[in-house]
C-alpha cells in the first residue's frame, strides 16, 4: 500500500475499503469545483483497488472525443492475477452524466483550468473518482499556505504551553 492511502470502514459487512487518496492535489491547485464520476475499470482492477493498489499522484482528467478519461492513474496488477491481468497506467473511461460533461467541458475550456482527480473509493460496491475542476497555485500562493500552517501549529503549541 502506498504512502497516499488510507483504510477506511466501508460498506461491505465489517471489510475495509481502502481509500485513494491524491495528498498533493490541495497543495498544487486551487479546488473550484468538485464531481463525483464512475470509472469502467476490468475486473482485476477492481481487485487491486480493494487490496489499496493504486496512485493518483500524477493523474489528470482530459476531454477526448466528447468522452471524459482519467489519464496517468496507476493501478497496480493484481497479486493473484494470471495473463490476463490489465495493463497499470492505461488510460481509463470516468462516467459522467451528460449535463456535468457539458458543465465540466465549458469550464476546462477556460485558460488555465484543469481537472484533477482527488480520491478514488467504494460507494455502495462501486468504485467512484471525485475529481475537481481546478487552477495552478503559483509557488508565492504555495509559499504562503505553508507560512499558515506553521503559525498555525506554532500558535497551538504555545496556547498548550500555558494551559
Known amino acids: 500500500m502506498s504512502k497516499n492511502n488510507k483504510q477506511s470502514a466501508g460498506s461491505t459487512g465489517g471489510k475495509f475499503s481502502p481509500t485513494i487518496k491524491n495528498k498533493k492535489a490541495h497543495f498544487e491547485y486551487h479546488l473550484?469545483?468538485?464531481f463525483e464520476a464512475g470509472i469502467a475499470l476490468l475486473g482485476t482492477e477492481v481487485k487491486s483497488l480493494r487490496q489499496g493498489g493504486a496512485d493518483l499522484e500524477d493523474a489528470?482528467?482530459?476531454l477526448r472525443d466528447g468522452e471524459l478519461w482519467l489519464m496517468g492513474c496507476t493501478i497496480k496488477p493484481y497479486?493473484?492475477?494470471n495473463i490476463t491481468?490489465?495493463?497499470p497506467a492505461r488510460p481509463r473511461?470516468?462516467?459522467v452524466h451528460r449535463r456535468?460533461?457539458?458543465k465540466i467541458e465549458s469550464k476546462i475550456n477556460q485558460k488555465g483550468l484543469t481537472l484533477v482527480p482527488l480520491r478514488i473509493y467504494f460507494s455502495r460496491g462501486y468504485v467512484k473518482v471525485e475529481i475537481a475542476i481546478a487552477r495552478g497555485k503559483s509557488a508565492s500562493d504555495k509559499r504562503d499556505q505553508l507560512r499558515r500552517k506553521q503559525q498555525d501549529i506554532d500558535v497551538k503549541r504555545e496556547l498548550k504551553r500555558y494551559r
Open 32 to 34: 473550484l469545483e468538485k
Open 60 to 62: 489528470f482528467g482530459r
Open 79 to 81: 497479486t493473484h492475477g
Open 85 to 87: 491481468n490489465h495493463e
Open 93 to 95: 473511461k470516468l462516467l
Open 100 to 102: 456535468e460533461l457539458r
